[in-house]
């Protein structure tokens, strides 16, 4: 069997994420929409009560071309990807030397090694992008220090109906990981964290964006 984490379904997901972000930047100015995306991550911040202290490492993992490392110039921060390399190379604006305060690695987050623990991480929407679920958590909790915080934001599906189907056919090609909130809850329950908040950031017919906030045990 293949391996998972070099699935066809990933791969496939992977190619339509940069095609995606093509399409999506192509009629936006970059500073402008980087400018939106801090606005978004203060308001993220507010809502969850998220305290960042200066000289903290941070971990931003599945960061996208604007992640919430865009934000954070007084932390020690770490950003990861496996697309950053394209995303230099194909979207106009994205320089990871625009960002010198960010140490840029292309990894998986399947790969993340730990070498030093981080105070926070926050994985915004990119967790239902991974090919292998319980490894890529695995490697976020096990990079996290005691007591830290874990910040996760996914589209969970709203109606267990859909979450069947599209789990039995790719009818979100995007994501390889189809699951709902009591899944996740689940999933961070048996990763050894304790959820404090979880939020609902917008509502949609088959998913809700929601957003969680665990602190580790």
Same mark, same amino acid.
């Given at each position: 069997?293949?391996?998972?984490?070099?699935?066809?379904?990933?791969?496939?997901?992977?190619?339509?994420?940069?095609?995606?972000?093509?399409?999506?930047?192509?009629?936006?100015?970059?500073e402008?929409?980087?400018?939106?995306?801090?606005?978004?991550?203060r308001?993220?911040?507010?809502?969850?009560?998220?305290?960042?202290?200066?000289? /903290?490492?941070?971990?931003?993992?599945?960061?996208?071309?604007a992640?919430?490392?865009?934000?954070?110039?007084?932390?020690?921060?770490?950003?990861?990807?496996?697309?950053?390399?394209?995303? /230099?190379?194909?979207?106009?604006?994205?320089?990871?030397?625009?960002?010198?305060?960010?140490?840029?690695?292309?990894?998986?987050? /399947?790969?993340?090694?730990?070498? /030093?623990?981080?105070?926070?991480?926050?994985?915004?929407?990119?967790?239902?992008?991974?090919?292998d679920?319980?490894?890529?958590?695995?490697?976020?909790?096990?990079?996290?220090?005691?007591?830290?915080?874990?910040?996760?934001?996914?589209?969970?599906?709203?109606h267990?109906?859909?979450?069947?189907?599209?789990?039995?056919?790719?009818?979100?090609?995007?994501?390889?990981?189809?699951?709902?909130?009591?899944?996740y809850?689940?999933?961070?329950?048996?990763?050894?964290?304790?959820?404090?908040?979880?939020?609902?950031?917008?509502?949609?017919?088959v998913?809700?964006?929601?957003?969680?906030?665990a602190?580790?045990?």
């Amino acid at each position: 069997m293949e391996n998972k984490i070099y699935s066809w379904r990933w791969r496939l997901a992977q190619f339509l994420e940069l095609r995606w972000w093509r399409r999506y930047l192509r009629r936006l100015d970059w500073e402008a929409y980087v400018e939106d995306k801090r606005r978004h991550w203060r308001k993220v911040l507010t809502l969850l009560d998220v305290q960042l202290a200066p000289g /903290e490492r941070v971990l931003d993992a599945g960061c996208g071309p604007a992640g919430i490392f865009t934000l954070l110039h007084e932390q020690k921060v770490d950003a990861l990807d496996p697309l950053l390399e394209k995303y /230099e190379k194909k979207l106009p604006g994205f320089q990871l030397d625009k960002f010198p305060h960010v140490h840029f690695q292309q990894l998986m987050l /399947e790969q993340l090694e730990v070498k /030093e623990t981080y105070d926070l991480i926050f994985c915004m929407n990119a967790i239902n992008h991974v090919a292998d679920l319980d490894l890529a958590l695995g490697c976020l909790v096990q990079a996290l220090k005691p007591n830290g915080t874990l910040v996760l934001s996914v589209d969970v599906h709203r109606h267990s109906f859909f979450k069947f189907i599209f789990r039995l056919i790719p009818g979100d090609v995007l994501h390889p990981q189809q699951d709902d909130v009591a899944d996740y809850q689940l999933f961070l329950d048996e990763q050894g964290l304790q959820v404090e908040k979880t939020l609902v950031l917008k509502k949609g017919w088959v998913f809700d964006y929601v957003v969680f906030k665990a602190r580790k045990r």
